[in-house]
């Protein structure tokens, strides 16, 4: 699972057989700006309990950044962050994606209520269904702050920043 490359953002399944995880870079001595993309990618723990050699998780077109996966404990969705996607608002957007015949579907995105022009990170969905995330497009304290939205129905509400102690003038990332 490590290699030369960047890696990190791992988050598991609920019987941890199943890890998705950012990959960032190339490597080598041939690294090319032009070819330092982040993915997400998928390792299976065999019942040894070995991880197989991940496979990589291709959302959209390989000039689109993607990473900083998180699994539903249901396995019923998985969010991440794309920056530039299709649809996307600017800077880095969250998305969610549900499983469609043993593959993953279409990404759709969380909607202007979520997305700015700035960037939205480190999403995270708690028990209590509420979404979690870092924004600097939202209104903070300064960099990038930590908020949380409700969902109603299929809609995801206008998210309200956590305030201090939780958020600083610094950056905040994530839960």
Not at 35 to 62: E, L, N
Not at 96 to 124: D, H, R
């Amino acid at each position: 699972l490590n290699t030369g490359r960047n890696e990190g953002t791992p988050t598991f399944n609920k019987n941890f057989t199943e890890m998705y995880f950012t990959r960032c870079g190339i490597e080598g001595k041939t690294k090319s700006k032009k070819d330092d993309y982040c993915a997400i990618f998928k390792s299976v723990r065999d019942i040894d309990g070995t991880w197989s050699y991940p496979d990589r998780i291709d959302f959209f077109s390989d000039s689109v950044n993607v990473g900083q996966p998180y699994l539903s404990p249901d396995g019923k969705f998985m969010l991440f962050v794309a920056t530039d996607a299709p649809l996307g608002y600017g800077g880095k957007d969250i998305y969610i994606v549900y499983p469609e015949w043993g593959e993953w579907g279409e990404p759709q995105s969380l909607g202007n209520a979520i997305n700015t022009s700035g960037n939205e990170m480190f999403p995270y969905v708690a028990d209590d269904g509420n979404l979690y995330f870092s924004s600097d497009g939202h209104t903070g304290l300064g960099g990038l702050d930590l908020f949380k939205a409700k969902k109603e129905g299929k809609i995801w509400k206008e998210p309200v920043n956590l305030g201090p102690p939780v958020n600083s003038g610094f950056d905040d990332f994530g839960l």
